[in-house]
C-alpha cells in the first residue's frame, strides 16, 4: 500500500530536526529521526491519545498507523451501512483457528485497519457498563480504575443531544444530564428512527418485574434502557475518531501521523538495570525496507486487542518460552501477555411474530432514499438503541448453585494448556471478583438484544479465557486466534438458561404473547444443557468485543500493564487500547475504550 504521511509540524523546542514546517502531506524522508512520543496504531484509543498529548504543543507526537484514512464512503459513515465495512481493506481480516469447544469452527474476527480503527467499523451501540463492571477493576488491584474515577473520562469525550421531544415521548425516552458530557468530540444522539416494536418489548419486559432505568449511563447499565448511538445528529453520520480527534490534531504543528506502515518491532535497549524503548521499527509492507524511528519520551502501543500483544511477543515483550520458539531473544518474561482473552460471543434465537401488525420495513432502495433526501427513516440508525442487561438472579433461579460451581473449579482446569501459573492466580482472582458481584443485582450477566421479534443473547462475563499467539515474528502472517467459546462449560450453562428464560418471557408476558412469537431457532427440539451446548457450539460467534489480552492487573497475578498503563519491566513503554481490560464489562465496549483512552492521556500529560 502507497504509504502515506500526512503531517503537521512543530517547533517544539526539544525536537531534533530543525523543521519549521506547515501541516501538509510528507514524503516518508521528511519525517523527523525522534519523536517525544511515538504512538503505535492510530486506531480508535491510538487516535484519541495522540491527539491529546499533542495538545501540549511542546510534545512531538508520531502515530504510525498500518491503514488509511478512510474516504467518507458510505461504509464507513452512513449509520444504516454500518457493518458493511466488514471483510473490506479495512479489515485486518482476522480468523480464529478452529476453536475446540465450539465444532471446530474458524470463525471471523473483524479487527479495523484504518484510523480512528474500531470507531470507523463498529455498529455505532455507545453504551457503559454498570457502576460494578469498573469497581471490580479496582477490586483486581488497579487504583483510579472503579467508577467514580471514570466517569469524568466517559464524560469528556461524549458530546451528549438529549432525544427529539417526539420520539422522547412516543418511546419513553429518559436520560439524566448529569450523567453525560456535553462538548468532548464525539456525538452521543438518539436517531429520529426507532422500531415500533420496541415498545411492546420494553412493555413485557416491565410485566414481567424488570424496571426500565432513567438512563444507562448512570452506572446502572441493568434491566432495560435507552441508550444513544455515536450518531452526529446534524449530519446523520457516524461519529468517530477521524473527525472527532484525528483531523483536528492533524492541525496542530507538533503531530505526525504516518499511515499504511506498520510496526514491525519494539526495539528495547538494557540501560543499567533498565529495560528502555529506543526505537520503533516500521515498513510498508511485506517485503519493504525497514526503517527506524527514535523514542524520545514514551513509546505507546495501541495496536487493539489482537494487535497489541502480537507486538509485544515479536519484541521479546511477553511469555519468554515463546519468544525463544518464535526465535526471538527474550527481554521481559511476561506471561500474560496473550493471555485472559475475553470476548461477548452471542446467539440468536429466532422467532416469527404470527400476530405483529407492523408493516413490512422499507427496501434498502427506499431507506436509502429516504436518507439522502430527508436525513430520516431507518438508515438513520445503525443498530440497537434499546438495551436490556439482565443481572444473573433476574433470569435463572440456578444463579447461587452456579456461582458456587465456578468457585468450586479447580482454576487451571478450564485454561488453555500450558497457561502460567501467574496467569492461573490470576484467573483465581477474577472469578473471586466476578463471583461476588455477580450475586448482586448490580451487575449484567446477560444481553438481551431485541430484533423486533428474533433476540441475540450475549453472556457479557464468559469464564471461558482466549489466546493470542504470534505464529511468526513476521507482523503479515496472521496470529494465532483462539477465543475458545465454551472452553469452560459453564458458560453454555448460563447461556441455555439464557434462552430459557426468554422463550418463557415470550410466552408468559402479555404484550410479547399477543405478538404469536413461535421459534424457529434453535428450536424446539432444543431443550436439555447437552441439546444446548451442542447447539451453541455450533453456531455461536463473535459480538466484536475483543478484549483483556494485556491485562492491567498486579504482574505476579498474570498481568501486563500496571494502573498507570506502563508495560511491567519496561521503562518506557504504556499500552492503551482495549487489550489493557482486566474484565470484559457488560456492555458494548466503545465508549469504555474512549474513557481509557482519556484516562491514558491524563495519565501521561501529568507525567505520571
Ligand atoms: C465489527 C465491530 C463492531 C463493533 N460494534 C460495536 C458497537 O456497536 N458498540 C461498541 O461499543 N463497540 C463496538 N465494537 C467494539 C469497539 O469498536 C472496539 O472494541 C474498539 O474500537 C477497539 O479499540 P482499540 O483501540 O482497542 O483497537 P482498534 O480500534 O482496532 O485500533 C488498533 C489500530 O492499530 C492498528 N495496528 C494494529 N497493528 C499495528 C501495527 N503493527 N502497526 C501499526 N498499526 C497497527 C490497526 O490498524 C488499528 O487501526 C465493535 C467492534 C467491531 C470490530
Known amino acids: 500500500m502507497k504509504a502515506q504521511i500526512l503531517t503537521s509540524f512543530l517547533i517544539g523546542s526539544n525536537l531534533v530536526n530543525a523543521y519549521a514546517l506547515k501541516p501538509r502531506v510528507i514524503s516518508p524522508g521528511e519525517k523527523l529521526d525522534k519523536y517525544d512520543y511515538v504512538i503505535i496504531g492510530g486506531g480508535h484509543a491510538g487516535g484519541v491519545v495522540a491527539a491529546r498529548i499533542a495538545e501540549n504543543s511542546k510534545a512531538s507526537v508520531l502515530v504510525i498507523e498500518a491503514g488509511p484514512l478512510d474516504q467518507d464512503e458510505e461504509i464507513a459513515i452512513v449509520p444504516g451501512k454500518a457493518g458493511a465495512i466488514m471483510g473490506t481493506k479495512y479489515d485486518w481480516n482476522f480468523t480464529t483457528v478452529p476453536m475446540e469447544f465450539a465444532g471446530a469452527r474458524s470463525i471471523a474476527v473483524p479487527a479495523a485497519k484504518v484510523v480512528g480503527g474500531g470507531s470507523v467499523m463498529n455498529g455505532m451501540a455507545f453504551d457503559r457498563g454498570a457502576a460494578s463492571d469498573y469497581d471490580a477493576w479496582n477490586d483486581l488491584g488497579n487504583k483510579g480504575w472503579g467508577w467514580k474515577d471514570l466517569l469524568p473520562y466517559f464524560k469528556k469525550h461524549e458530546h451528549f443531544h438529549p432525544p427529539p421531544k417526539d420520539i422522547a415521548e412516543q418511546y419513553g425516552i429518559t436520560y439524566e444530564a448529569s450523567a453525560h458530557g456535553f462538548d468532548g468530540p464525539i456525538h452521543a444522539s438518539y436517531p429520529p428512527f426507532q422500531d415500533p416494536l420496541s415498545l411492546p418489548w420494553i412493555k413485557g419486559l416491565n410485566s414481567l418485574g424488570i424496571p426500565k432505568e432513567r438512563d444507562g449511563h448512570n452506572g446502572r447499565a441493568l434491566n432495560v434502557f435507552w441508550s444513544p448511538n455515536a450518531l452526529d445528529p446534524k449530519s446523520m453520520t457516524r461519529s468517530y475518531v477521524k473527525p472527532g480527534y484525528y483531523l483536528p490534531a492533524t492541525k496542530r504543528r507538533n503531530f505526525h501521523a504516518l499511515l499504511g506502515n506498520t510496526v514491525t518491532k519494539v526495539v528495547t535497549k538494557k540501560v543499567g538495570k533498565k529495560i528502555v524503548v529506543t526505537e520503533i521499527e516500521y515498513t510498508t509492507g511485506p517485503g519493504a525496507a525497514k526503517q527506524r524511528v527514535r523514542v524520545g519520551k514514551e513509546a505507546i502501543v495501541s ?18 518460552a515463546l519468544s525463544k520458539s518464535l526465535g526471538v531473544t527474550p527481554v521481559v518474561d511476561l506471561p500474560g501477555v496473550g493471555s485472559n482473552y475475553q470476548d461477548h460471543s452471542y446467539q440468536f434465537v429466532f422467532n416469527f411474530l404470527t400476530n405483529s401488525t407492523q408493516a413490512p420495513p422499507p427496501t434498502d432502495a427506499e431507506a436509502a432514499a429516504e436518507y439522502y433526501a430527508n436525513k430520516t427513516g431507518p438508515w438513520t440508525r445503525s443498530g440497537p438503541t434499546l438495551f436490556a442487561f439482565l443481572p444473573f438472579k433476574t433470569f435463572t433461579e440456578n444463579a447461587t448453585s452456579i456461582l458456587s460451581s465456578w468457585k468450586a473449579q479447580s482454576p487451571a482446569a478450564h485454561l488453555a494448556a500450558g497457561s502460567s501459573t501467574e496467569v492461573v492466580k490470576g484467573y483465581s482472582k477474577q472469578v473471586e471478583v466476578l463471583t461476588k458481584r455477580l450475586a448482586t443485582n448490580l451487575m449484567a450477566m446477560t444481553e438481551y438484544v431485541w430484533t423486533g421479534g428474533s433476540v441475540l443473547l450475549s453472556a457479557q462475563h464468559p469464564l471461558s479465557r482466549g489466546t493470542i499467539k504470534a505464529a ?35 410466552q408468559t408476558a402479555p404484550e410479547l404473547a399477543a405478538l404469536g412469537p413461535i421459534e424457529f431457532a434453535p428450536g424446539p427440539d432444543v431443550q436439555t444443557d447437552e441439546q444446548f451446548a451442542a447447539n451453541f457450539a455450533g453456531s455461536i460467534t463473535t459480538m466484536f468485543h475483543s478484549c483483556c489480552t494485556n491485562p492491567m492487573q498486579p504482574q505476579k497475578i498474570g498481568g501486563v500493564v500496571d494502573d498507570k498503563l506502563k508495560v511491567y519491566g519496561v521503562d518506557n513503554l504504556r499500552v492503551v487500547d482495549a487489550s489493557i481490560i482486566p474484565l470484559i464489562p457488560g456492555t458494548h465496549i466503545q465508549a469504555t475504550v474512549y474513557a481509557i483512552a482519556e484516562k491514558a492521556a491524563d495519565l501521561i500529560l501529568r507525567g505520571r
Open 303 to 320: 495496536a487493539g486487542a489482537i494487535g497489541s500483544p502480537r507486538l509485544l511477543q515479536i519484541s521479546g515483550i511477553g511469555p519468554s
Open 472 to 506: 511468526s515474528t513476521d507482523v503479515f502472517q496472521q496470529p494465532l486466534i483462539d477465543l475458545r467459546y465454551g472452553s469452560n462449560p459453564l458458560d453454555y450453562k448460563v447461556l441455555a438458561d439464557s434462552v430459557r428464560w426468554l422463550r418463557k418471557a415470550l
